[in-house]
């Protein structure tokens, strides 16, 4: 991978640990990494990691049908609307309930 400032990730169940842990840790390493985003794929949620200029990453959280996430090294704006535009939630919480809450699902 070469000149990755912006790494953009859906979770899911199954790696969830992955992506924050190992996965994360090795973005860091890569030079030109400045922001690493994942994608909850049960609500309008965005986690969002911005490396500052002291190399520290900050967390900010996007949450919310109307909320808009500005990807900060690229000058680019969204809505979560448009990132979730066809996603139905309705069907994947069904699914989800089955087994219990999705926060606790994804925790899993």
Do not use: C, H
């Not at 169940?13 to 985003?37: P, V």
């Not at 949450?63 to 090294?73: F, R, W």
């Not at 969204?78 to 219990?100: A, H, P």
């Amino acid at each position: 991978m070469m000149n990755l400032s912006v790494i953009v990730e859906v979770l899911s169940n199954s790696t969830i640990n992955y992506d924050q842990g190992d996965k994360f840790l090795y973005y860091r390493s890569i030079a030109e990494f400045q922001e690493y985003i994942l994608v909850d794929q049960y609500e309008y949620r965005v986690m969002q990691y911005v490396k500052t200029d002291a190399g520290k990453l900050l967390l900010n959280e996007v949450e919310g049908e109307s909320a808009n996430l500005l990807i900060q090294s690229v000058g680019w704006q969204i809505s979560l609307t448009e990132i979730y535009e066809q996603v139905d939630f309705i069907e994947k919480i069904t699914k989800i309930n089955i087994i219990g809450s999705p926060r606790l699902a994804m925790l899993n």
